[in-house]
């Protein structure tokens, strides 16, 4: 089997925002810079205690009617069982990092007597490294081999039947490049299973969002309005674009149109939109799991998003999905992926 090298050729004009021709013209120092700054273990950045309140409350409740999972690592286990049912599992992760879920999944397969053989790829020759030694720290040295190489760029060869994408996508520049590589890795029986970020690019909020943010934000009291990462109060609420000279979220509003032109969706499951300000790690941190008006105030935000998610008034900014190339039937919520697409203005 030989490496796929990637050929330039042009993304669509309608999805090339200021901040990808930046990323673009500037490429090889950008990777430069997340080389240095993921250096062998993922940068410490707590999740805030409200997000987990969040999750265990409404999250987890879907995972569990969906994939019939209590963890992301447990998800992505039970898909893989549920599509490979049978034989030995062959399983390519794009960008895998130090693998921490990698090596999860395994755990949770292989004591279901499952053998397992993974393949993680990283842009990061240190993040490789600590994902070997991971793997050799629990035992399972002989069932990762990690490839170091840029997935915009290269597809390594392998004989994976199953890949993975976990949080990795809204990194990458490249998505037709590597939907297509994937589609022709999965094969007739194969498939692509995700948890990934789909909302607008630099993960800001689309306007008939922020309207709402907007106005629940008008809602807090000052010591609420903190950003807690810059260390500013903030009167009014200023959106924060993350792809502004980094890979972050720098094509996420792509992704599921892209995946809905390659793949045949056989699980969607979408979340999130108007709680996600409030619950990230720049304005979570102001919210307590312990304060009865704080959670009081999050389950409000949830509601309404929930009600206007069903309505097809908001779209999920995460998914949680399983893909395949073969027509199959598609089950979903809230809405079916190609409904819960939020077309670019």
Known sequence: MQWITWKPRKIRAEAVTAN??????????IVSREQDFYHGERPSASIPGIFTYWAVKYLSPRLREMFNAASIEEFYANEIERVAPDGPLSILSLGSGEASTELEIAIILVAR????????????????????QNAEAKGLANSFEFLTCDINKQFPPTD???????????HFVELEFIFSNVRRQIGAEGAFITNDMIGRNGHQRWPEVR???????R???????????????KMEFKDFDCANGTFEGIRAQDILPLCLQTFNFERFLGTGGIPDVFLDRMYGGNFSHD??????FVDVLENTNTSLALLGLVKPTIMFATMRNKPIECAYWPAHPSVAMRHPD
């Open 20 to 29: 990808l021709a930046f990323v673009q013209s500037n490429y090889e120092l």
């Open 113 to 132: 007597g499952r053998t397992v053989k993974f393949y993680g790829t990283d842009i990061s020759p240190a993040m490789s490294e600590a994902g070997r």
């Open 160 to 170: 994976a039947t199953i890949v993975l994408a976990n949080h990795s996508l809204h």
């Open 211 to 217: 309207g709402f943010v907007e106005a629940f934000w």
């Open 219 to 233: 809602l807090l009291p000052v010591d609420k309005r903190v950003d807690r990462i810059h260390n500013i109060r």
């Open 291 to 296: 304060d009865p008006v704080d959670t009081a």
